[in-house]
């Protein structure tokens, strides 16, 4: 066995990017400032077709204020899936607001509009679906049942900066869209997070909602947070937010390779009009995936995750007890293998290897 383990996760963080907090740090201006005017401006451009964008502290924030400023409330329910990060169902209980879980689509693992349908109610305010993994929700689907029945549709694209459905980026269809910035992302700040807003008001509210609920110092609208982005962050966002494309390239070639060379587990599926930006690489294992997990680590010294091994409303914060069968599958079967940009051709095939091997053994 070689001798390092491949990590599950690499943020890459270079020169550049310590170059451009260093250059922050001199100006002297290091809170919000001129830094995350330009980053929400060149994300914009770069990953949404300009619509306007604003940063914030980070991606859970991001959700939190986004569904603030679109109304959303006590008595209002908001249809997620259970799948996902807790961050997700977090920030509709945060607003007062219900959420209601749905089951996903087995093979994308993002939510399924039967499912999604079968959930509305009078009080359904909003569907916000999670574009898991870097794989597009269905929102051709889920655009088309949110206009038939006249709720909201929101984006939770914490793990999918770039990719698009149809042709058309995410980012771009909800009412509002979240992108995280987190370290494990695609791309990083440190912390932080992305607001893709679809209108003027939108984007008033929730630059209102960042920052204590002020336009004008000292003369406060509404009550908000302090949920800036410092420029120290956006800094080093700028610097990511040029590699993110040649990133991406990586992570798709990665897959490839992998979607290749394994053997006897099942390989992700891509959707017709899918581009995927492959956050994870996710296989299922049918049988123990706990035990083929270790052995992957043990013998072959290959890290992997599993996301999310528990569905969200079973967890002791929500504590729901419903049938969605899809989603406990996926909780039991699911093993993200390394895709991250800093893996080696040896090391993408030391993963394919150990894959193939303890598949064969049956573990
Ligand atoms: C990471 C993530 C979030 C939260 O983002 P943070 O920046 O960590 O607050 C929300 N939803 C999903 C699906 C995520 O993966």
């Excluded at 300009?50 to 959303?72: D, E, F, N, Q, Y």
Aim: aromatic share 6%; net charge negative.
């Amino acid at each position: 066995m070689s001798t390092h383990v491949i990590p599950a996760a690499k943020p890459l963080i270079g020169d550049d990017e310590r170059a451009a907090v260093d250059r922050v740090m001199r100006t002297g201006v290091i809170a919000q400032g001129p830094e995350v005017a330009a980053f929400e401006g060149e994300f914009a451009d770069h990953l949404v077709e300009g619509r306007s964008c604003v940063a914030v502290s980070s991606g859970t924030t991001g959700l939190h204020l986004g569904l603030l400023a679109a109304g959303i409330g006590p008595g209002d329910e908001v249809v997620v899936p259970s799948f996902t990060f807790a961050a997700t169902a977090n920030s509709v209980a945060l607003t007062g607001a219900t959420p209601v879980f749905a089951d996903i689509d087995p093979r994308t693992f993002c939510l399924d509009p039967a499912s999604v349908e079968s959930v509305l109610t009078e009080r359904t305010a909003a569907i916000m679906p999670v574009h898991l993994y870097g794989h597009p929700a269905d929102m051709t689907a889920l655009a088309e049942l949110a206009d038939r029945r006249g709720v909201q549709l929101f984006e939770d694209a914490a793990q999918a900066h770039g990719a698009r459905w149809q042709g058309r980026r995410v980012g771009t269809f909800g009412t509002f869209a979240m992108f995280s910035l987190y370290p494990t992302k695609n791309m990083t700040s440190g912390e932080g997070g992305m607001v893709s807003c679809a209108t003027p008001e939108i984007v008033r509210s929730v630059q209102l909602l960042r920052n204590q609920g002020m336009e004008r110092r000292y003369e406060n609208e509404v009550v908000g947070f302090n949920a800036r982005m410092t420029d120290v962050h956006a800094a080093i966002g700028r610097v990511q937010l040029g590699k993110l494309d040649a990133w991406t390239e990586q992570r798709r070639a990665n897959a490839r390779f992998l979607s290749e060379h394994l053997e006897n587990v099942v390989v992700p599926f891509v959707a017709d009009g899918a581009e995927h930006v492959w956050h994870q690489y996710t296989i299922r294992v049918e049988g123990d995936r706990d035990a083929f997990a270790a052995a992957l680590l043990t013998e072959h010294g290959v890290g992997s995750g599993v996301y999310y091994p528990i569905p969200n409303h079973e967890l002791p914060s929500f504590g729901l007890t419903l049938d969605l069968p899809q989603t406990r599958s996926a909780c039991d079967e699911v093993l993200s293998l390394p895709v991250h940009p800093a893996l080696t051709p040896d090391d993408l095939e030391r993963v394919a290897a150990a894959v193939n091997a303890v598949a064969k053994a049956g573990a």
